[in-house]
């Protein structure tokens, strides 16, 4: 009993030492495998690019033509906007569905609905992507269908090979990863506060935006940082369905990395598309504080 | 069920998510080379040019070694990592486990780009094991949000009786916590194995001249007349990862139930 007893006390001591030796496997790998890259490619930003090696010049011209050159600057804020029309979008539509699920589906089938929203996104990313070609083109389903029902004459040409398609392609794309967060957020919220407030004489629609909505915020706010911030870095469906006038700041940095061979140009332009992003997600944070500060 | 205009809005919408999955058979059966309607008739010849395409076969090896060596790794770092931040209070936690789940949200890209700038400045030839390194990173954190509820809902005093019973810490975790946690496991295994197969940016990025399955679709869509193949393949491997998923599925269900707690939602 006795060596049991003081077993324990070692443990309890040794705590802090054990969470760390037990976290050190994945933190380690983390640090080498993502932390050290990310640092290099800081540094990386604001070294010379010459022809077959980076020179070790400190300078700040890559930044300065990632910034002020017309293209780069057009395609950030392209992207920028790409990725605010999709996140808007995405949640927009996700949030009637999380409720749907949440408040008007059986308990028991809850997760099957779930399971049917999270299929879609686990199936083959870039045949998904080159489908919305299919569905958006010329002769694709949505043309065929709407001139087969006689609604439109001709071809619509504005839904492929631009801003448009990029957009619906990633919304569809980042659909569950918005649902999922708004899903757990509505299924927290304790139902009596509903019924108090219509008992206390609110309508169900003033209920919904005095109650239920301000609970919800922190699911809206998660799913608005977990699709905005991926999107922005998106490659496949910008080459895909985008046309020359979707192409988005991941296909700079691929055409910068891989076709010019310039690492530090390529480099400060993924370094400023993370940096504004991060920016506009602590803005977003910031404007939502008062949301996320509630009882634990 | 309550709430009508809910259900016909769910509908709609579920048509919407699963436009692409069901326009994609009409096509690999399709007898036509172009990929647009009208469809012009049955066939299953592009199943059988699938068989006879030896890069292809090349891809298919490459992605499995790479899916299943990254999956392997994935999940026993989010065993460690489930185990530390589900049992532990440790300094710098929220740091740490902010940095190992990062890949969850950061571009797949940005990712790319700096692994391939670190490996070629170290002199490291691009292979699929580069590949598998940073098809580790972004599995990781999938696996931890599978196995922290697994790990969750573990019953801390059915470890204080081994202990009391004299077993060690290793041999508790072998014969305690591993096989409550099991079904976790095996869930984890099969969501990063999926994630690993369909991974494509890195494998673009980190592969060298060994193509991955995803790679070699890319660069087919280059060539129309190559398209109604990919079609095919794409139809036997989203018939394989709704399987493997129904699986995961299942173990994770059987796992939660298994530790007693309940079912509260979907993978992430």
Known sequence: MMNAE????????????????????????????????????????????????????????NYVEAWTNELYRSVMVRSLGVSMTVTLVTVLLAFPIAYFVSFHVDPSKKALWL????????????????????????????????????????????????????VITLAHAYAPFAILPIFVALEKIDRSYLEAGQDLGESRFMTFIRVTLPLTMPGVIASVLIVFIPTIGDYVTPQLVGGPEGRMVANLIQLQYLKLDNYPLG????????????????????????????PK | ???????????????????????????????????????????????????????????????????????????????????????YRFPMKAGLMGLIMLPLVLPEIIVAVSLLVVLLGLGVSLSLW??????????????????????????QSLEEAAYDLGESPASTF?????????????????????????????????????????????????FPSSVPVIMALGTVLVCMSIVLLACAEYFRRRGIAKAGGKNTGGFL
């Not at chain 1, 006390?9 to 790998?29: C, Q």
């Not at chain 1, 080498?32 to 990386?44: D, N």
Request: glycine content about 6%; hydrophobic content about 55%; charged content about 10%.
């Open chain 2, 1 to 87: 069920m309550r709430g009508g205009w809910f259900k016909v809005y769910a509908i709609g919408y579920l048509v919407f998510l699963y436009a692409p999955i069901i326009i994609l058979p009409m096509f690999a059966f399709n007898d036509a080379t172009v990929i647009a309607f009208p469809l012009t008739g049955f066939s299953t010849r592009w199943f059988s040019a699938m068989l006879e395409q030896p890069a292809l076969h090349i891809a298919l090896k490459n992605s499995l070694f790479i899916a299943v060596v990254s999956s392997v790794l994935a999940t026993t770092l989010g065993i460690f990592a489930s185990r530390a931040t589900t049992r």
């Open chain 2, 130 to 155: 580069t590949v598998i390194l940073g098809h580790v990173l972004i599995c990781t954190p999938f696996t931890i949000a599978i196995l922290s509820s697994a790990f969750q809902s573990l019953d």
């Open chain 1, 6 to 61: 003081s077993r324990w006390a070692k443990l309890r001591r040794t705590e802090a030492a054990n969470g760390l030796l037990m976290i050190s496997p994945p933190a380690i790998y983390a640090i080498l495998m993502l932390a050290a890259p990310l640092g290099t490619i800081l540094l990386y930003s604001f070294l010379t690019d010459g022809y077959l090696e980076i020179i070790r010049d400190f300078t700040m011209a």
């Open chain 1, 115 to 166: 399971f049917l929203i999270t299929i879609p996104f686990w199936t083959s990313y870039l045949i998904r992507v080159f489908l919305w070609k299919v569905i958006l083109g010329y002769n694709g389903v949505v043309n065929s269908g709407l001139l087969g029902l006689g609604i439109i004459d001709e071809p619509l040409t504005f839904i492929l090979y631009n801003v448009n398609s990029v």
């Open chain 2, 174 to 222: 072998r014969l305690i916590i591993l096989p409550l946690v099991m079904p976790g496991i095996i869930s984890s295994l099969l969501i990063s194995f999926t994630i690993s197969l369909d991974e494509f940016i890195i494998a673009f990025f980190l592969a060298g001249t060994e193509p991955t399955l995803p790679v070699y679709i890319f660069s087919q869509f280059r």
């Open chain 1, 267 to 294: 480099s400060a332009i993924a370094v400023s598309a993370m940096g504004i992003v991060t920016l506009v997600s602590l803005i977003f944070i910031g404007l939502n504080r008062r949301y996320l500060k509630g």
